[in-house]
């Protein structure tokens, strides 16, 4: 029992890490903007880019997996996002900047596809829905990467030194926890001279659901401190709290989101998830004061922040156990679809200056959700069927 609880911590790092490294190089947009006399078309078509190499990313984690292990794959997943974070605070011009989101992309698509491998191995030798917890240590990651930029915005840390610190943190953490890392193998009948085994309506089903989510979490991560600033004049030490209260709505849910599960079933969670998150997104695109954008903000994260994990456990459950790291490394890329149409659409609205009205565009997509919720049926330990 005792390894167990050590490679669940393991496991739950490399979800705080991934969050941490995110939040404290995204709340930092309106610093890289300045830095690089950036607009925000300049910074939309970067997020694009990543979105697009972390798709890439996120395969070749899924080749790792079925050749090596996903325990490989996510070790070598971590350290390449403290690359990338190292390069992004060094990059001495916008050129050099993109290569190393390029890098970064990579590393981001490969964790996202390690840490959900090995969290649903985690969750099935626990034997109870534990995915949601997982997830949780993300947004703790997050909140503590926005409280990171913020702080070091306001006592003016240099931005490659702040970068640095978050990298050299990276690397400790990662290498630490690797041994503990689950290290299973599986064959991808998708992959063999058997040919296409592996069956693909789950895949569909809720990948629909995991880039609808994304879509909304990254326009929101991505823009939320850019709206703050620039739509409602706030502060450059308050803009990234509008990030962190999202991240606390999700921590919330997440840390919560198991034992309701197992009390009223996922289908029921991811209902009510899905319409306490549009409530959220409303209260953004109204809010007349950034007091009330951080307070809806919070809200969407409270509502949104449990279908990935959900969607993730869902899949493990409904595919071959020999072909579940390449199933999810698949699905997950619709992980980036979603951060294209979040990141991008969003972005669009902003370069046209209508920032404000720019959540409109989650708020009509996410009820889409609603269409696939009893397809997240589960038993009473809050298991997929």
């Known amino acids: 029992m005792s390894d167990l609880r050590r490679t669940r911590g393991a496991v739950a790092a490399g979800f705080f890490l991934q969050g941490l490294v995110f939040a404290a190089i995204v709340t930092q947009a309106p610093r890289i903007k300045d830095r690089f006399g950036i607009d925000d078309g300049g910074l939309t078509a970067i997020l694009v880019l990543v979105a697009v190499v972390s798709g890439v990313g996120s395969v070749l984690a899924g080749v790792v997996a079925e050749r090596r292990s996903s325990a490989v794959a996510f070790r070598i997943a971590l350290l390449t996002i403290g690359a990338g974070a190292l390069l992004v605070g060094l990059a001495p011009s916008t050129p050099l900047l993109a290569v190393a989101f390029v890098v970064y992309g990579l590393g981001v698509g490969a964790v996202d596809a390690g840490m959900n ?4 191995r985690v969750q099935e030798a626990h034997g109870r829905s534990i995915m949601a917890s997982f997830h949780g240590l993300w947004s703790v990651g997050g909140i503590v990467g926005a409280l990171y930029a913020a702080g070091v915005a306001e006592i003016d840390v240099p931005f490659a030194a702040s970068l640095a610190a978050v ?4 690397w400790i953490v990662s290498t630490a926890a690797a041994p503990h890392f689950v290290d299973a193998r599986e064959h991808d009948p998708g992959l063999s001279s058997a040919g296409l085994d592996l069956p693909w309506r789950p ?10 989510f994304y879509a909304a979490d990254t326009g929101t991560l991505t823009w939320s401190t850019v709206y703050l600033e620039d739509a409602l004049d706030a502060s450059t030490s308050v803009a990234p709290l509008a990030y962190g209260a999202y991240q606390a709505g999700a921590l919330v849910s997440r840390f919560g989101g198991d034992l309701v599960v197992r009390r009223l079933g996922a289908a029921a969670v991811v209902t009510i998830g899905t319409s306490i998150g549009l409530a959220g997104l409303l209260t953004v695109v109204v809010s007349p004061l950034p007091v009330v954008a951080i307070a809806g903000f919070f809200v969407t994260g409270l509502g949104l922040a449990i279908l990935a994990p959900l969607a993730f456990a869902a899949l493990a459950a409904a595919v071959p156990p020999a072909a579940r790291d390449v199933a999810i490394a698949r699905m997950n890329i619709a992980n980036y679809l979603g951060a294209i149409l979040g990141g991008g659409l969003i972005g669009a609205a902003a370069t046209a200056d209508h920032l404000r009205w720019a959540f409109v565009i989650p708020l ?10 009893r397809s997240f049926r589960t038993t009473r330990s809050g298991r997929p069927v």
């Open 364 to 373: 009509v997509t996410v009820p889409v959700v609603l269409l696939t919720a």
């Open 117 to 120: 491998m090995q969290g649903v």
């Open 167 to 170: 990298a050299a943190v990276t």
């Open 203 to 212: 895949v569909l089903v809720f990948g629909l659901v995991v880039l609808v």
